[in-house]
T-cell receptor, first 116, second 109 residues
Framework: GAVVSQHPSWVICKSGTSVKIECRSL??????MFWYRQFPKQSLMLMAT?????????EQGVEKDKFLINHASLTLSTLTVTSAHPEDSSFYIC????????????FGSGTQLSVL | QKEVEQDPGPLSVPEGAIVSLNCTYS??????FMWYRQYSRKGPELLMY????GNKEDGRFTAQVDKSSKYISLFIRDSQPSDSATYLC?????????FGTGTSLTVIP
């Protein structure tokens, strides 16, 4: 299957700092990328959908000024958690699709964020 | 009512057993059906991708889709301890994906 690379896999930061997570599609052009948050033993929670070259669409309840998403190219999307607080600690996962009705969805390996 | 319903389990089976995982859905617009396997603290891995009603086999895995009943299944034959993971069903319409909550599976050696 296609490869989606997500970095870093683990990050620890101090409260108040910002953290950037990168998601890259390595062998296909990702027209659409999705960002999820996952708490232990719970399902994926969609945070936002980003299409290359346009602003991300955020799900209800997700603060767009706190979770900045950039999808500047067909192979790269970034999620920046601004002024992180301990309650932002979570597992963040990106996924990417080439778009089109029958295109599959591939996931990155996830990023565990711990805010002290 | 959720778009996709999946029993969260947990499900525990002995090694070698046949495992049946199921999801139901309510939206008849869903056209594509997927199963993902997720190990703890890892991203989901695509296992099966199907479009039409019927069965699709890949090694020990068989995906079954019944569009008339809005029901999909994943069967795992000769289950192994390495199959212990959370299994997510997913469905697609247009460019939107909808996920089940996941079923936690443990295969006991």
């Amino acid at each position: 299957g296609a490869v989606v690379s997500q970095h870093p896999s683990w990050v620890i930061c101090k409260s108040g700092t910002s953290v950037k997570i990168e998601c890259r599609s390595l062998d296909f052009q990702a027209t659409t990328m999705f960002w999820y948050r996952q708490f232990p033993k719970q399902s994926l929670m969609l945070m936002a959908t980003s299409n290359e070259g346009s602003k991300a669409t955020y799900e209800q309840g997700v603060e767009k000024d706190k979770f900045l998403i950039n999808h500047a190219s067909l192979t790269l999307s970034t999620l920046t958690v601004t002024s992180a607080h301990p309650e932002d600690s979570s597992f963040y996962i990106c996924s990417a699709s080439a778009g089109g009705a029958n295109e599959k969805l591939f996931f990155g390996s996830g990023t565990q964020l711990s805010v002290l | 009512q959720k778009e996709v319903e999946q029993d969260p389990g947990p499900l525990s089976v002995p090694e070698g057993a046949i495992v049946s995982l199921n999801c139901t859905y309510s939206n008849s617009a869903f056209q594509y059906f997927m199963w993902y396997r997720q190990y703890s603290r890892k991203g989901p891995e695509l296992l099966m991708y199907t479009y039409s009603s019927g069965n699709k086999e890949d090694g020990r895995f068989t995906a079954q889709v019944d569009k008339s009943s809005k029901y999909i299944s994943l069967f795992i034959r000769d289950s192994q301890p390495s199959d212990s993971a959370t299994y997510l069903c997913a469905m697609k319409t247009g460019n939107q994906f909808y996920f089940g909550t996941g079923t936690s599976l443990t295969v006991i050696p």
